[in-house]
Each structure stands twice: as structure tokens, then as C-alpha cells.
């Protein structure tokens, strides 16, 4: 089987995986980093994102092996010991979650949009969430918890 | 999915090459956007997969004199973030920021997409009403020749697109109803006001993929405005009818489109 080199929240790894194996397989399976989800598997819900060299992207639409080389985030790697990331404290503060399920996804876009601007308006973060679905329809909160967390990442 | 080999190709001669030793059975993968799903629902079984994604030389994107070229691997957020795409057709950055959804634009390339040439994509309604010029390693193919029907294109076995380059037009404008679900265009159209006089590309609405209106050409040439539209018959002979729209809606959408296009456009 080919082995893929990474790294994955700071830290290197190494694997084994079949050509076909999914990024978020290796991520939930191999490396136990079970925070990412998958919701759909036909790349429509975003439960499964994470950020490739700060991108966000859909782990469940991307090879393992296409990730050779990269830094790979996933929510767990956001959070500096106990200390939340700013967004993830947004998500806390404004109850930017229902049942929880969509919420590593919508964080990982969240923080994705917000560095690529950094005063967004709500409308943007409302299009910039266009491939984030809440099932349980949460959108209000998890619109302001975005916004409240990009005007804390501004400082 | 089933399983493949992977092939990580580090130059253009190195994907010519792995893909020639893979046979018919070899498939290109640029984003993965589009072949990932496929390969999941198993409509793809390549034996070979060969990755394009780790080739620097296909990502520039390069201004010339009234004109701009993008490497086939640009993905959709280069190409609509690319100050040189946004200065010299603002239409087409507009359209490449509303592919998909943020994810999908990370990863997503104009390449792939014309590639694949499916009926409902974004950009083949750019590179037919712009007139663009496909390039590919082996020639370059006029847009008018490029777009075969439904998934099919000009390109033979072992060819592989490079870049596109689209001359930049007088006026230009996208306008796309989405299916609320999918958000794939419904019915696209681009209108471009281009030296060679106007050309109006429909996208999401024809049975054959992507086509040029003759008639919304024809009324725009003597009169660029919205009103020039107006009166202009839109046959639903040859569009589609599914669960999401009849082909008398969708003839409808296209004279719609049309005009938010050409008001937009300025």
C-alpha cells in the first residue's frame, strides 16, 4: 500500500492507506481524530471539513494520498491546551449549535472565511456557509457566533 | 469506491506519460470535485488515477494584452480572487465565486470542469461566450469546436488541458437561476459583447449541454440592452425536462437570465 506523509494538527504522521482511503477516513480511522464528521458523504453537508495549508476543504471529497505533503487541521487541533480557538468560544458564548453534530464543519469554514475577511457582513457569512448545512436549522446563532467570533479574531 | 492506482504526477510530460501506461482505463484528477463522487457512487472504475494537483506550472494565471490566461489547474477561489481575471473580465472572477460553495471552490479547477463538460457547470458558458481558446499539450481547440454534448468534448485519449485564454471582452456578464438545492445552474447564461460582435452562451438548460442562443445574438447585435431581449421567442424544442424544471420553464429562465445578464453587464 502507498504511504502518505503529513501533517496533522503540528504534528507529523505517517500512514499506510489504500489509493482509495478518504483524507477523512485516515483522519477518523487511522488517527483517531474522530471530531471531524461525516454527515453526507457526497460532499454537500460540510460536517467533514477541515483546512488543507488554511483552506477549508471537504474532507470527505479529498484522497488521503492528495494530502502528501500538507498541513492538515481539524477541530481538534484549534484549541491551545484549554484554552478555545476565539470561533469555537463563539460558538460557546452564542449557542452556535443545536444538537452539535454540523458544528467542527461550521467552525472550520468559520475560521477559513473569517481570514480571508476578516470583517465580514452577516450576508457574507451567510453565502461564505452556503456548503455547511444544519439539519437541526440552527443557522441564526451560528450566524452570530461567526460573527462574534471574526470581531475576536480581529483583536 | 473501488480501489486504483495512484499516480502523483510531478510535470505535464510525467501525466502524458502515466497516463499513456494506464490505457483507456487511466483517468485524469485535477480538484477531485467531480471524479471523488463519481468514483464513490462507482459510475467511474478507473483503473489508474492520475493526480494533476502537484503541477505548479498548471496553476498561473497570466494577463496579456487584452487578453488573460489560466492554467488548467487554477482552482475557482484563484481564479475569482486573481486581480488580473477581475480586471480584465470581471464576469468571469463573478462566475468562478459562485461555483459550488467555498469548500468546492478550494479544490475545484477550470480545467476539470471543462474536462468533464457537464451540462449544468459554470464555466463552459464563460469559455463559449467569450470565444476562448482551449490550450491543451498537445494543440489548441477554438471554444466553438470544444463542447461535444453531454460529458463530451473535443479532447482525445492522452490529451490533457494546460490552459485556457480568454480574450477580454467590451461588456460581459454572468447570470445564473440555481437549483435551490444543488445550486448547479438551472439555466446559466453569459452574454459578452466581444470584438467579433456578441455571442450569448446557455448553460443548464440544453440537452446537449452548452449552446449558443443564435436568436438573443442576433437581437442584442443591433441593440446591447435588456429591452433588445424583449419579443425574442425562446423555443423549448431541445432543453431539457426533468423533476427540477420543464423545458417551457427553462426557455423562459434563459430570456430572463438573458436581460439581469446584459444589465448587469452595463
Known sequence: ?155 | MHNFEYHRAGSLADAASALKKAGEDGKLMAGGQTLIPTLKLRLAQPSAVIDLSGIKELASIKAGAGEVTIGAGATHAAVAASKDVQGKIKALADLAAHIGDRQVRHRGTIGGSLANNDPAADYPAAVLALGATIVTNQRKIAADEFFKGLFETALKPGEIITAVSFPAPEKAAYMKFANPASRFALVGVFVAKTKGGVRVAVTGAGESGVFRSAALEKALSGNFSAKAIEGVAMPAKGLNSDIHASAEYRAHLIGVMAKRAVAAAG
Open chain 1, 1 to 155: 500500500m502507498p504511504t502518505v506523509k503529513m501533517t496533522v494538527n503540528g504534528k507529523a504522521v505517517s500512514a499506510e492507506v489504500e489509493a482509495r482511503t478518504l483524507l477523512v477516513n485516515l483522519l477518523r480511522e487511522k488517527l483517531g481524530l474522530t471530531g471531524t464528521h461525516v454527515g453526507c458523504d457526497t460532499s454537500q453537508c460540510g460536517a467533514c471539513v477541515v483546512h488543507i495549508d488554511g483552506k477549508s476543504v471537504k474532507s470527505c471529497t479529498t484522497l488521503a494520498l492528495q494530502a502528501e505533503g500538507t498541513k492538515v487541521t481539524t477541530i481538534e487541533g484549534l484549541a491551545n491546551g484549554e484554552k478555545l480557538h476565539p470561533m469555537q468560544e463563539a460558538f460557546r458564548d452564542n449557542h452556535g449549535l443545536q444538537c452539535g453534530f454540523c458544528t467542527p464543519g461550521m467552525v472550520m469554514s468559520a475560521i477559513c472565511l473569517v481570514k480571508e475577511t476578516p470583517n465580514p457582513t452577516e450576508k457574507q457569512v451567510r453565502d461564505g456557509l452556503e456548503g455547511n448545512i444544519c439539519r437541526c436549522t440552527g443557522y441564526h446563532n451560528i450566524v452570530q457566533a461567526v460573527l462574534a467570533g471574526a470581531k475576536a479574531m480581529r483583536g
